[in-house]
């Protein structure tokens, strides 16, 4: 596993412990779910932007595809 340093003001990183110390897990673990949660949202986000884009111009991609 591949690892990444965050720094974090001091009100990110309270908000942070806090919130691990509550449901009982560690900062890592809520900070890498927080990442994934993150990315799969912003994932379908641009993928459903590049869809309504490949519809919006269908015939101009078929076109160029010619």
Do not use: C, F, K, N
């Not at 591949?2 to 919130?19: F, K, M, N, V, Y």
């Not at 993928?47 to 991609?61: K, N, S």
């Amino acid at each position: 596993m591949s690892r990444i340093h965050l720094s974090l003001d001091p009100a990110l990183r309270t908000a942070l412990d806090d919130l691990a110390d509550a449901q009982s897990r560690t900062p890592e673990e809520v900070a890498l779910d927080a990442v994934r949660v993150h990315l799969r949202q912003e994932g379908a986000r641009v993928r459903a932007v590049a869809e309504g884009l490949a519809r919006h111009h269908a015939d101009l991609l078929r076109r160029l595809g010619e």
